[in-house]
């Protein structure tokens, strides 16, 4: 789509918000930089998709992502599940990496060996599997968390960051506590 097509885009989730914001359209990710400026609290991890850089290719995706995140770069953190396109990044100046696995393969391990992401990050079904196989200092994220009680369990296991697609549902769950 183009960024014109995309900016058209309303994102309230009505199921989440009600009509609380019907209105509300995708940023940019300069408008989200922008908004990021005025809350020093937050942290960004901003995810470089393979379709991107399909289409414009890796080293002028990485730049321009870079070159707007310039301003905020100790609070922003490029992640991809494209390892290729992380090295370019710590080479054009992220401070801080992370990867996105989909396998624990001997290859896989080589390449989290090499790239010494700050951040590995994988889904919730293999978690337990990459986490064995892949020792490091890294912190861990796990995608596609939908329960609270395993949220816990996976912080207990070791994940630093548990990612959900309902925090309105996990924040609302009886005794769930996120820290």
């Avoid at 992380?86 to 624990?104: D, M, Q, S, V």
């Avoid at 599997?129 to 296991?157: C, F, I, N």
């Amino acid at each position: 789509m183009s960024a014109a097509e995309l900016s058209s885009i309303t994102v309230g989730e009505r199921r989440r918000f009600g009509g609380k914001y019907t209105e509300a359209k995708l940023p940019t990710l300069h408008a989200l930089i922008t908004w990021l400026e005025t809350q020093p609290q937050v942290h960004l991890f901003a995810e470089i998709k393979r379709q991107s850089l399909r289409h414009f290719g890796r080293d002028t995706v990485v730049r321009q992502v870079l070159e707007v995140c310039q301003g905020l770069m100790q609070r922003c953190t490029i992640i991809s599940f494209d390892h290729v396109c992380l090295g370019l990044a710590r080479a054009h100046g992220a401070i801080t990496i992370g990867w996105a696995t989909e396998e624990y393969t001997s290859e896989a391990l080589r390449v989290v060996q090499a790239l010494k992401p700050d951040y590995l990050f994988t889904s919730d079904e293999m978690f337990a599997d990459v986490h064995k196989s892949m020792p490091g200092s890294w912190e861990w994220a796990v995608y596609e968390t939908q329960d609270p009680r395993r949220a816990l369990q996976l912080a207990e296991q070791g994940a630093s960051f548990v990612e959900t697609n309902d925090i309105g549902g996990m924040l609302q769950a009886p005794g769930f506590s996120p820290a």
